[in-house]
């Protein structure tokens, strides 16, 4: 089943020639999420073929304009496509005045409805939930309140095997009870032991995005052996002193999160305008954790 | 001198691949002016080599946010790249809360300070004065308060004939009452004509910008005879009814007012995303007035 990000903005607060301001879009088992909401965003889906209409769900980590200057933008642009699906929003609490206060005063009323559910600061737990995915959330360290997300699937039915459970003859009814990880005793007390007619389901992945944060290893426990952790590097180590009076962190920083919390892949992303590139970003990194890359705008990364 | 406008965007409320949301950069005698401030201009400056530091005026026409959903992005990059110099923001009365909302939610305050000026529904006459240029304004025909724009040259001093005025030996007392077109009486009781010694000065030029609007005769008093009209053509003739309904212009409507505004040149903007070109606008509007084109992101148009 799909399982991807796309990276609609890598940059920092600046936007640059080819680094627009922080944007994600994540495809997790058809469900259609967009993380932050930077200016231009909505140009980036158009660019990178992300369909508007298909989002059902916007996470907004923090109220710094790199992160949600663009929202208003797409939903005026959503609503001007037609749409009627309405949009749940998370984000910090003031967030819906801004927007709301914007719509009106364009004297316009949006076509769909659009729900904010509230984030306090220091939240933790589940966003959001249905049958195959959550999203949790947990606190960030930042200037302001920052909530970093976790987009996960759930635990899946054990696999069932086909030709075992057909040779056994049992009755069509234990085949939930085995998949649920059940032992069943039949009408003759016969019990009948799941793992002789299933497999290991298959593994549930997950994905963390944390941005914009200095390094905290308060984040570890929330993100714990993730299959693909976005964590900012504004800087590099050559910047300690500037990462740690702007709160945000360096690739350095990144990595050691990613060991402590034993991911399987890193991604760096929000970088400074000041670098050309992610070659030094990569270099220093990759000196304690790999496989590390720097995100770039369009990149799609499979779970 | 120096009196040109670049297009940073000339699209209506759907950004697409080649039309941004509307602004342009107007430089006037060495005044850096933008008007309107739609989503993404900042980059669009980038892209065009505006310097973000230049712009001392920002004019909003409206608040529909196609027009001004980039404005506090904007504000934030002057801020985060040093800006200490005082910018004036004409606006309607709305706009002010909106901007200061957003950047007091993220917590952090602005390098230099911001002064709005409110338009107020129906406002004529001038925004903005110094010794070379002014600024007007006047009522569009909109869903909402919208503003069309003027900005003009003063009336230059009549320029000095050296040859001449030396030729008669005159005291250069004089020479200030003959550029403002005054006759001289000299010691010996003799008049001296103006008209002797100066030749009318070069051409006041002016701008007009005007958009949104349905079409409006009521504004041709406002923008008779300047050099350059840009006047918002969101449809063409086929799409009348849609002009109607939603108080746009059709390329037709913007040609008339054209002809009967008397100006030197008209540039027609405001598409629709539905036109792939401009080729039907032109057409349709040449019928009745040339020169016209249509405005394209990046152009730059000399008065």
Redesign the interface.
Request: proline share 3%; net charge neutral; charged share 15%.
């Given at each position: 089943m799909n399982f991807s990000v796309t990276i609609l903005g890598s940059g920092a607060?600046?936007?640059?020639?080819s680094r627009?301001p922080t944007s994600q879009y994540i495809l997790c088992n058809n469900r259609h999420i967009l993380i932050d909401c930077g200016?231009?965003t909505?140009?980036q889906m158009?660019?990178f073929g992300v369909k508007f209409q298909h989002i059902s769900y916007i996470l907004i980590s923090h109220?710094?304009?790199?992160h949600f200057?663009?929202l208003?933008?797409l939903l005026?642009?959503m609503h001007?496509?037609g749409r009627d699906k309405g949009i749940t929003i998370y984000a910090p609490p003031?967030l819906e005045?801004?927007v709301r206060?914007?719509l009106e005063?364009?004297?316009?009323k949006l076509g769909f409805g659009v729900t904010f559910i509230t984030i306090e600061k220091n939240q933790t737990g589940v966003l959001f939930e249905d049958k195959i995915i959550q999203i949790e959330t947990f606190p960030l360290k930042h200037?302001?309140q920052t909530n970093g997300f976790v987009i996960r699937e759930k635990l899946k039915e054990r696999t069932l095997l086909g030709d075992e459970f057909k040779a056994a003859g049992l009755s069509l009814t234990y085949i939930q009870k085995f998949k649920k990880g059940e032992n069943v005793v039949d009408e003759k007390g016969k019990t009948h032991q799941f793992l002789d007619y299933t497999i290991d389901p298959p593994k549930s992945r997950a994905y963390a995005f944390c941005s914009d944060t200095a390094y905290s290893e308060s984040i570890v426990p929330f993100i714990k052996e993730v299959d693909l952790l976005y964590h900012e590097a504004t800087f590099t180590e050559k910047e300690r002193d500037r990462a740690k009076a702007t709160k945000h962190s360096t690739a350095l920083d990144a990595a050691k999160i990613a060991v402590k919390a034993d991911v399987k892949k890193l991604i760096l992303g929000h970088l400074s305008a000041r670098f050309a590139n992610g070659e030094e970003h990569v270099k220093e990194a990759s000196t304690i954790f790999t496989p590390v890359e720097v995100a770039e705008d369009g990149n799609e990364y499979q779970l």
């Open positions: 607060a600046l936007p640059t020639h627009n200016e231009g909505q140009i158009r660019k109220l710094h304009g790199d200057f663009g208003v933008g005026s642009t001007l496509l003031e005045q801004i206060l914007q005063i364009g004297g316009g200037k302001i």
